[in-house]
């Protein structure tokens, strides 16, 4: 299976974009005047950016590091320690907040026996976690 970020279907996605913005611009136009592969280069970019901002926004993906202050509560992602070993600057970790604690949240390293351990250095970017290599439901890739 292809990856949804993939060449092929970011440019269906992008022709879809294009044809679904012309009609919005000029409702009576056909399809015959839109065609995709007659844009510009710099046009055609464009509306592929758009498709690919779109399909990453769908499935929850966003590229690249974020700043820690914008990481989701509860919820477990990568981060990045600069202060940590070498070894453990990259984590998965969640800003957790425990039932019926009256302390704020604090960052907790999700460890190989499920229990989270606080951590003792301060994250400063975070990533979601990727989806799993394989569909979870069968087994299979």
Known sequence: ????????????????????????????LG???????DLS?????LHMD?????????????????P???APKNKYALVFCPDAEDATRIMICGLLQFENDPDPPAWYELN????????????THWQPLPSPPFNVNTGSD
């Open 1 to 28: 299976m292809n990856h949804p970020l993939d060449k092929e279907r970011v440019e269906r996605a992008a022709e879809d974009v294009y044809a679904v913005s012309c009609r919005a611009i000029e409702p009576g």
């Open 31 to 37: 399809m015959k005047m839109c065609k995709f592969k």
């Open 41 to 45: 280069t710099r046009d055609m970019k």
């Open 50 to 66: 758009y498709a690919r901002a779109a399909i990453s926004a769908y499935l929850g993906e966003t590229s690249g590091w974020q």
């Open 68 to 70: 820690i202050e914008t």
């Open 112 to 123: 190989c026996d499920a229990r989270p351990n606080s951590l003792d250095v301060e994250p």
